[in-house]
């Protein structure tokens, strides 16, 4: 049974005014293409090009290396100028193929050829997804043929489209379903295929009106779909919120959301899963944003995959607003994204967005920080129910069995509402984040 809420969360302002009403522009990149072989969860994709090679828009260039693994093609044409480590946007190293490109975006053969999707079989529908190097495009890059493809098949009772998009200043993908509804809701059936007695469900905030009216007129012709629009609180776009309120299952400890009998993706996800599967057209390109108060002209773009972030802030967003300084760019948006050191990065499969600020609000917090009040409101918006308060002391006492075995901390999904509601001005997102790193640096070793 579904419910119109999850447990906790926060009301920030969602700043969507930027760049909410702005349509998608198409663009394409003027500069060298970068391919990061670690676009995904799982092991890197291995290449399959070479130094002076010649490729071709949607060629494969590195293939899936291991079962959690994804292929990765090129998004433009061109020749392969090195193989060799380049930065990213998390501000580590990734071994990455670095394509010239020649700005003709020839395509390979066959890209655009139609299928009907209903002649194949499960198992066509999934080589199809893995052989386009499709991954989760919300943020998680899980690959999606694997997602697609759990061991209890027959019991997922939900598919959902998540189009909630709750990140405060990112519009991409309200923009994405305002656009292409008919290829979302198309995408959907392709995945229900899979699982014979799911239903697909598209959950979208109630702040995007114009999204629900599209999606809604989508579904109208099609059987087990429809549209829930769910009340504005982030963040709804978690998986686990989004089965909290879609299927009225609370995910315990160490459950998967096919457990609670669910598959979640994102709306950018099912899209790409209809251009494969019907338009034999790999993962090439995403919707993103360009938004933030210090950025000339926000924006939705449809971009490809491995462009320059310098080139979509300073190129299709117009560059910094005259009389701005941009004092923080963030990859994503203000509530889990990445501040970045600098723009000379690629976007990788599970970015959507930049937000270019004119303040830093956690430089601006750093002197009002104070020692932890106890006032719990930490604990009372944490989706998970977890305890911010009592892990903050695990984690700077470095107690981590603690941390981990009794305050179950590395259930913590970073969303940053204990960080946002806290009146003391704690960075305790950062800190968990970092604490997490560390217990799993030494778990590898």
Not at 6 to 31: A, C, I, M, T
Not at 64 to 75: E, L, Q, T
Not at 235 to 247: F, L, M, Y
Request: glycine share 10%; with cysteine; aromatic share 4%.
């Amino acid at each position: 049974m579904s419910r119109k809420t999850f447990w906790g969360g926060v009301h920030p302002n969602d700043q969507k005014e930027f760049s909410r009403d702005v349509p998608y522009q198409v663009y394409l990149p003027k500069g060298e293409m970068v391919f990061p072989l670690n676009q995904h969860i799982g092991k890197p994709a291995k290449p399959v090009v070479q130094k002076g090679d010649a490729v071709l828009a949607g060629q494969l260039i590195a293939e899936a290396d291991g079962f959690v693994s994804a292929n990765i093609v090129s998004s433009c044409s061109g020749t392969v100028k090195d193989i060799k480590p380049r930065r990213t946007v998390m501000g580590t190293m990734a071994l990455s193929i670095i394509i010239d490109n020649d700005g003709q975006f020839t395509p390979v053969q066959g890209i655009g050829a139609k299928t009907d999707y209903t002649t194949l079989s499960g198992q066509e529908i999934l080589a199809r997804i893995k052989a386009a190097g499709i991954v989760g495009l919300g943020g998680a890059g899980f690959p999606t043929h694997v997602k697609l493809a759990p061991k209890n098949a027959s019991e997922i009772k939900y598919v959902i489209a998540n189009g909630a998009e709750c990140e405060p200043y990112i519009t991409c993908d309200d923009q994405l379903m305002r656009t292409y509804a008919e290829e979302i809701v198309t995408g959907l059936k392709i995945m229900l295929t899979l699982f014979p007695k799911a239903e697909g469900v598209i959950l979208i905030e109630q702040n995007k009106p114009e999204a629900i009216e599209a999606m809604q007129k989508a579904c109208s012709a099609k059987a087990n779909v429809r549209v829930l629009a769910v009340p504005v609180k982030y963040p709804q776009g978690g998986e686990r919120s989004i089965i909290s309120v879609v299927a009225g299952r609370e995910l315990k400890l160490g459950m998967l959301p096919a457990d609670a009998g669910c598959v979640v993706d994102n709306v950018s996800t099912v899209r790409a899963v209809y251009r494969a599967v019907c338009e034999s057209e790999p993962l090439m390109e995403k919707g993103f944003t360009v938004s933030g108060d210090a950025v000339a002209h926000p924006c939705n773009l449809m971009i490809r995959i491995g462009t320059s972030c310098r080139e979509l802030v300073e190129e299709a967003a117009g560059g910094i607003k005259e009389g701005m300084e941009a004092k923080k760019v963030l990859c994503g948006g203000p509530m889990m994204g990445i501040a970045m050191a600098g723009l000379d990065v690629p976007v990788n499969k599970s970015n959507n967005a930049l937000t270019v600020l004119g303040e830093d609000e956690v430089e601006l917090a750093e002197p009002e920080m104070t020692s932890c009040l106890r006032c719990g409101r930490c604990n009372q918006v944490c989706p998970l129910g977890l305890t911010p308060q009592m892990m903050a002391v695990a984690a700077e006492r470095k107690n981590y069995e603690r941390y981990e075995k009794k305050l179950y901390g590395l259930e913590c999904i970073a969303c940053g509402s204990c960080t946002y509601i806290c009146p003391a001005k704690r960075p305790l997102m950062q800190l968990f984040k970092q604490t997490k790193a560390e217990i799993m640096a030494a778990k590898r070793k």
